[in-house]
């Protein structure tokens, strides 16, 4: 199996994103989950990363919480769209084993330089703040990477934050401009790809039906992260970020793709946080990122269901 780490900042579609990973141990071998702060506080992020491997009945997956705020930037939350907690809307069981004590960027560092080069391969759907913290601390991890695959940025959507930046970039664009312009192999599953892929109430119902209680809870997560956007998008549809980073790695197959050079604006004060793609090649520069176009949804979601339900 593919050996990940998953960076997150649970938020209702990150708990996706990684329920999907834990439901598909024959591909994802899932060598610890770290935290950082974005939806909600880290304390908050950290928590609920424990209640899901709970949920997932894998209290085996250690938790490490990494980076309190941004690189430079002060930490913008998103209590609007996830809740107080970061995952509203459900109950899930409360943490048996207790965060990991080693921080997150220190494990980052310690397991890449452990592993034979090439073997990890790192998820971030939040904030690239420990990532980049790692890549920092110790250079030598960074031809140790497989490949970073990211939920952030977009370029034809524009931005869901500012009318140029995504969020996760948004919060700490320093960090993503260092890890876009590290050489790392990046894959980017932006806005413009997590768009194509929305959830509908006929899917949360396949996903109850599975019976799996960890499906149930997922679909309850899903009813509320669900409420915000009604101001955005046409139908009861809506995106289910974070979880499009899981299907690549399980099924880049289906994703529409390109190589494109992709850099992070920090300069600006109007487009800080955007991902400029240079989709047409028109600088010449190095092709550093796979950029998600869109995804095949019914794929998507009947592999998602197989997986999540399968808990
Ligand atoms: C991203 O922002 C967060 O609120 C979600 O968890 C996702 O990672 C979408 O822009
Ligand atoms: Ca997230």
């Not at 009604?230 to 979880?243: C, L, Q, V």
Request: hydrophobic share 45%; net charge negative; charged share 20%.
């Amino acid at each position: 199996a593919r050996k990940i780490i998953i960076d997150t900042d649970p938020g209702h579609d990150d708990a996706f994103a990684i329920l999907f990973a834990l439901g598909s141990p024959e591909e994802l071998e899932v060598v610890g989950i770290t935290t950082v702060a974005g939806n909600v506080p880290l304390p908050l992020t950290s928590l609920n990363a424990l209640k899901v491997i709970e949920l997932a009945k894998r209290p085996d997956v250690p938790v490490y919480a990494g980076c309190a705020a941004p690189m430079v930037r002060t930490l913008l939350t998103a209590e609007h769209i996830h809740g107080e907690t970061g995952i509203d809307g459900a109950e899930l069981p409360h943490p048996v084993v207790p965060l990991q004590r080693e921080h997150a960027v220190n494990f980052m560092v310690r397991t890449l330089m452990e592993a034979p080069e090439g073997e990890i391969t790192i998820c971030t759907l939040g904030p690239m703040t420990n990532v980049a913290m790692a890549m920092t601390m110790e250079p030598r991890i960074i031809p140790r990477i497989r490949e970073v695959v990211l939920m952030g940025g977009g370029f034809f959507e524009g931005g869901n934050t500012t009318p140029a930046a995504e969020f996760n970039i948004f919060v700490d664009p320093h960090a993503a401009h260092k890890v876009f312009a590290s050489g790392v192999p990046v894959t980017m599953a932006g806005i413009d790809c997590t768009y194509t892929a929305q959830m509908t109430p006929e899917w949360l119902q396949d996903l109850r039906n599975t019976g799996s209680h960890a499906a149930v809870q997922a679909a309850n997560l899903a009813d509320f992260f669900r409420q915000y956007g009604s101001h955005k998008f046409p139908t009861e549809a809506r995106p289910i970020h974070d979880a499009c980073v899981t299907g690549y790695l399980l099924a880049p197959e289906i994703y529409d793709q390109r190589m494109c050079h992709v850099t992070v604006d920090i300069s600006s004060p109007v487009t800080i946080g955007m991902t400029v793609v240079d989709w047409w090649g028109v600088t010449g520069n190095d092709k550093n990122c796979n950029v998600l176009r869109r995804v095949d949804a019914d794929a998507f979601f009947a592999l998602m269901l197989e997986r999540i339900g399968s808990l």
